[in-house]
């Protein structure tokens, strides 16, 4: 197996991180440090990143995690604010993230211990659809959500795979699902800053095939059953 397939298979990061810690001289095997990430290992090698002993995982695993608002989804943060992390069991695997929901937002956060099916969930082309119900302070009109729906220009940034459609309207709110393709960067949050609408809630409820249902915030529980 590559060194790099074998860093992302035990949950350290993607094979792409894995090929920039090899070339930061993050890495070794068996005490000699690694110059390549196409260099072969055996499962008896000791493998090291940044001095520490990690293991292959043969088997992928997968949890959700309802992420409260006020939250970060990295393990770094300059702020020191709150990272979803801590909310992990300190007997669980190491964990990876499959995209993020930004600090004011909440809901569905998908977990693994494989780099590679983090990659995979995250790619546009893997086109997995993320759902969302928004609360909106005021009324929202029905011709804006028609303009969004046919596709939208905002700051030279076309947004094209997005839908919109009113939930429900519970004076003083309006409800909306939104479903996104693609997941550009703060999609939601910009699109609604476009239309001078007041963000309340955003609430992620669906990653591809996998919902948030039932589970309460804070809460991490495994997916046994994984749809590749």
């Not at 993050?26 to 990143?49: F, G, M, R, Y």
């Not at 099916?117 to 005021?138: A, N, Q, W």
């Not at 409800?175 to 476009?194: F, M, Q, S």
């Not at 095939?209 to 809460?219: A, D, R």
Request: aromatic share 8%; net charge positive; proline share 4%.
């Amino acid at each position: 197996m590559r060194i790099a397939k074998y860093i992302s298979n035990a949950g350290i990061c993607s094979r792409r991180e894995a090929e920039q810690l090899i070339e930061n001289q993050q890495v070794k095997i068996n005490d000699q440090l690694c110059i390549h990430p196409s260099t072969k290992v055996k499962e008896k090698d000791e493998i090291k990143v940044n001095g520490k002993l990690i293991k292959n995982i043969q088997s992928l695993r997968l949890w959700k995690l309802y992420k409260p608002v006020k939250y970060i989804c990295t393990n770094k943060d300059p702020q020191k604010r709150k990272k979803i992390f801590s909310l992990i069991p300190k007997n669980y695997p190491r964990l990876i993230s499959i995209g993020r929901l930004d600090y004011m937002s909440e809901g569905l956060i998908l977990l693994t211990n494989n780099g590679d099916f983090s990659r995979k969930l995250e790619l546009p082309s893997s086109k997995y659809e993320r759902v969302y119900r928004v609360c909106i302070r005021g009324i929202v009109d029905k011709k804006d959500l028609q303009a969004i729906n046919k596709g939208i220009s905002i700051n030279k940034a076309r947004y094209t795979k997005i839908y919109v459609a009113i939930e429900k309207y519970l004076k003083p709110y309006s409800w909306l699902i939104v479903k996104l393709k693609e997941g550009k960067n703060r999609e939601i949050r910009k699109v609604c800053d476009y239309f001078s609408w007041n963000i309340v809630k955003l609430i992620r409820i669906q990653y591809g095939p996998y919902k948030l249902l039932n589970l309460k915030k804070g809460q991490i529980n495994e997916i046994k059953k994984i749809m590749h």
